[in-house]
Structures are given as structure tokens and as C-alpha cells.
């Protein structure tokens, strides 16, 4: 008896999927289109991965950031091999050491594999002691070797891990994006909807502003402004100004958007009818507007990431960004800015690899994104 | 006919003179360089209990007179003079605060059944809405009460947690119509309620809107392009053209005599169903003009058929004709206009 009572509970909280869709807010359906878009999960799974990396970089890296690996100056990658010389198969992999010689004439370092020896990789070695996140103590490192050095990236100009230094340069190099495009949001959200929904004098004023800035060229503006940046600031310090630099400009194209956003919802017929219902105005604003281009500003948001990502790479580059002995993805290829180096050395332009990665994911996912809010597609 | 008893019922709605400018404006300093009177010098009663009609072509400043009655748009001049609870208000004399307190009073039935429902709320918010900002109800009582709406207006009270997207046109429309009763309005102002329908919704909506209308005492004023369903549903009648009152009748009188030739040439346009004869297209001639620019004399001498010289010259005041029959034309007596009724 009791449990046919339940059953029948149990039935009625049951309801068709038909029922679920019809139920569904636009946030789930939006949700269930993303997931849908195969190309745009599987990119948004990599800038989880990279995130990951970049969080816990200290514990992922090999090394330290600024750690000099004696005898290993321009060292090439390391080749990770599964079977011996004598052709018997390794589960566990390995890497030969190098062994350094200088070239009497060309003054150049080479290095050859010691084939002699064999340096098997290992998770979770001990290492350099470091401090993650400001309190987890440990030298426990992800991957590495207990004899000899491992080195996937190879080395730079002073023999530091390249794989490990853009493992920590990522850390700057993505969440400059997030801070960044989050400012601008802010910013261009505020400024684009007093704009849009008072009109008359502040909007004329507003955007006349936002045509000024957007007339100023974009690099000399960035140059000129971290040209400005105190030497004497500390690494996070400057961080943050480049950051308020970056967005200083891209703030505009989202007011500019968010003002047509007001001035067009104003008229919207579902916004008319709350205020003849005797809504009061911060209701409209907040209840029916705001949350009608909520989707539009994330899906922005989302494709604006990589931009910013490329403007601090490429403000680094030209050494205008972060500068040692912070590391970004930019601070790393600056080294590449010489020929010979990309000649000689071309495993120094790997960073660059990452930056094409994170770009491209964070377009799918913006691009998955944007389908799946635009219900009328 | 309730034709009778409405004239001797108590006026809900006064307006005087009421005006809409629009100025268009040029250039950096928004010079003006010249005005749209969308509505112009308008004046009208509806009483209670009463169904007016309102019909014109597109641009001639319909849906502009209903959005200043509700002050959605603040009119240049004029009184909206409002009777309810044995209170008269003007509605343009009110601040802010206290209009706010008087929307309740007049609610809106729109066009799109589309664009007028929030897609991000459920059904349960958007008819409930008008309560909540209201401080009426909230709540369980605030559900209850949407529950006996949505059951009144014909939809399953199982699909209150629905989003619009889940519903088709005509439900979406009677949610606006659950929506705007919500308040229990004496007068509401419907923009072309039907105009987005197909013609069998048409006509379920037009019948709810009739049953709600004794059930809710109500008071309408109903915006259409669409002749037949005024004949439908209204006990009276006003013409505008270029943002004039032309012609204001009782339903009848106008469709069987028409007093102004744009009412005539009204009636001709409207398709007929099984009529056996010779069948002519009609439309009238020309264009409407440019309200920026409306010409001298009478707005409608360049297309009347029946225009002389002091049409050119002289803007014909609204006369009242005849007992309850007003119209703005200089030969509303010598003419004698064809309606449909008399074919």
C-alpha cells in the first residue's frame, strides 16, 4: 500500500521530456545548445586543462621559474623515447642526458644524447621546494626525473626549463584576459547603459568620449601609457596597470553595443507592458533588460579573451608588458625577436604555440557560445 | 445592442485636445526642422462599460494616442480626464510617483504576442507581474490568483511553470490578456490584439475578450485596422486620418452611412465574403500623406473624391451631425456617402 503511494509520487514528479523543454528557462536551453556544439566542448575541456596547469603551476613545473639548470644554456628538447638502442621497449619512458660540447670555431654550444645512460621519467618526484597559491609548501613535482634533468621544451638563453616557464608565464597570460575583459565589461556595461537609458545629454557626452579614445591608435596608446608605468613598480603592480591599460580601450566597443542594447529593449514591447503594469524603473532595468542581453555580454566577453591575450603578448614582446622577472607567454617570445635565435635556437617560439591554442579554443567556445544564445537560428 | 444604455452610463475617460508632437530634428545641435503632429487635437469620451473602436491606416497615429492615454508617452497638451471610484483624475497632471499608482487602472492587450511576453519568465511571473509590482499580492495568494486568471482566459493551470517559448500565438495572447486583467482594470486599451493572429484564433480571442468584458465590467478601447472585427466586438467607433479624429458613430450608423468620404473609402477596401457580384479591387488613391508635411485645408482633400475649393483652404472642424454623430468635413450634410450595409 505505502509503496504504491510512493510510486505514484514518484510518477507525477516524473514529467515527460516534452514537459522538461517546455519548462526549461533560456539559461538551460542555452546550456543544452552549447553542449550539444562538439567543437566548442572539446576547446572549452582544453582552457580547463590550461587553467589547471596555470593554477598549479609550481606542483606541474619541473622547475622554478627563474631556476638556471647548470650546462643546459640553449639546450634542445629533450626526446622522450620508449625503446633502447638495444630495441627493447620501455613501459616507463625515458630520455637520454645530453652531454654539452663547445664548438672551438663557431664559439656555439652542441649537444649530444649519452646514449649510455637512461633518465626514466617519473610522476611526483622531489624537487625544488616552492610555495603554491601562498600557503602549500612542497617539493613534490608532477613529472620528472631523479637522475639528470628533463627538459620537453628545451632551454633558453640562461638555461631555464622552457616548459616550466610557460607553464608559469600562462598564469599571466590567461587571467590577464579574464581581469582585463572583466573591467572593460564593468566599465563598458555602466557607461553604455546610463547612455542608453537616459539618452539626451550624458549619452552625447559618453559617446563623444568613446569616439576619442577609439581615434587614438591602439599601439602607440598601449606604448605610450606603459611607457609611463614607474620602473620602480613591483611585478603585480604592473600587472594590474597593463591589465587597466588594456582595457582602458576595449571598454568603448561594449558601451557603443550595450547603449543599442537599452535604446532597443527600451522599446521592446515585454518592457512597455512592465511599465504600464507600474513596474518601477529599477525593475525594468534589472528583472526584464539587463538579463535580456546578459548571454549577448558573456558570448562578448568570451570572444574579446583572446584579444586581450594577444595585446599582452604582443605589448611584452615589444617589452612594454611584463618584464622580467615576471614570465607571460609575450615576456617568452621576446627572446625570439632576434633571427638568429629563431635560426639557431627554434624551440623558443613554442610559447607562441600556446598562445595560437588558448586563442583559438577561447574563439570556439565563444563561437559555441554565441549559436547557443541566439535562439532564432 | 447595448447601444442605449451605454449613452446614459457615467463617462469613464475624458480627453481634451489632446496633441503628440513629434520635432524632427537635424544635425550636431539638434536644430528642429519640423514637426509630426501624431496626434493632433484630440477629443473623445468612452464610457463605462463601453467599447470603442478605433480604426485608421497604418502611420495615422492610433497606436500613438493609446500609449499617451497610458502615458507611456507624455503628450504635448491636452487633459486625459479619468473617472473611477467616484474620483476624477487628470492623468497628465500627475508626477511620477503618483502615475505609478494609477497604472493599475489602465492596462494594455498588445500587437505581438512575441515581443510583449519576457522569454526569460515563466507564465506564473509575467501574469503575476502587475500584482507583485502593485503590492496586491504575493506569494501563495499571488499564485492563486494568476491560477483563477489563467483558468479564466482558457489555459491549463498545469502550464503555469511554462516559459512563453512553450506556447503558440493565440495562448500567448490570451497570457497577455490574463496579464492585463490581472489588476482587474475598468478600462483597458487593446492595440491590435489580432492582428498577429490567424483568422480562426481571431476569432476565439475576439469571443474571450467579449465574455471578459461582461465578466469584468470593462471598458475598452480597441486599436484595429480591421473593420470587421470593430463591427464584431465595438459599440461606437472613431476614424482618424493623419492624426485627426475624422469621424466618430455609433457602429452601425457608421458602417451603414458613413459621414466622411475616408470612411467611406474605408468600407469600400473591406473584402467581402460571399458576395456574388462583379468583384473590384479597391484601394484609395494616392498615398497618405506625409505627416511631417500634411497639406493645407483639409488632411484628406488631395485623395477625396468629392474635394472643391474650400477643401483646399479651410481645415474642416469635428461638427457633431447628427445626435452622437460627429465628423470633421465640410459637406458631411450633402453627401451621401455609401456604407456597406446599404448595397
Redesign the interface.
Known sequence: MKREQKKDQNSRRELSAEERMYMASQWRLMARRFFRHKIAVSALAVLGIFYILAIFCPFFAPYGKNQRLKGYIHAPPHKVHFVDESGEFHLRPFVYPHKQELNEETLSRNYTPDKSEKHFLKFFVEGKPYTMLGIIKSRTHFIGTEKGKFLLFGADEMGRDLFSRILFGARVSLTIGLVGVFLALVLGTIMGGISGYYGGKPDMLIQRVIEFIMSIPAIPFWMALSAALPPTWSVIMVYFAITVILSLRRWCGIARVVRGKFLQLREEDFVVAAKAAGASESRIMFVHMVPSFLSWIIVRATIMIPGMIIAETGLSFLGLGIRPPAVSWGALLKSAQNVQNVLMYPWILIPGIFVVIAVLAYNFVGDGLRDAADPYQ | MSNDETTESSPLLQVEGLKKYFSITKGFFSRVKGTVKAVDDVNFTIFKGENVGLVGESGCGKTTLG?CL?R?LDPTDGHINFNFDHKAVDLLALNKKEL??Y??Y???I???PY??????M?MVDIVG??LK??GIAKGDELEERVRDLVDTVGLDVR?L???P??FSGGQRQRI?LA?ALS?NPPFIIADEPTSALDVSVQATILNLLQDLQEQFNLSMLFITHDLSVIHHICQRVMVMYLGNVVEVARTKDLFTQPLHPYTETLLKAVPKIGYRGEITRFAPPGEPPDPANAPAGCYFHPRCPYAQDICKEQHPALEEWAEGRYARCHFAKELSLKGVGSE
Open positions: 500609449r497610458l507611456l505609478r499608482a497604472r493599475r489602465i492596462q494594455m498588445f500587437q505581438d515581443s510583449s511576453l519576457n522569454p526569460r515563466p507581474e502587475p509590482v502593485n502550464h511553470r511554462r516559459y517559448h512553450a497577455g496579464r489588476v
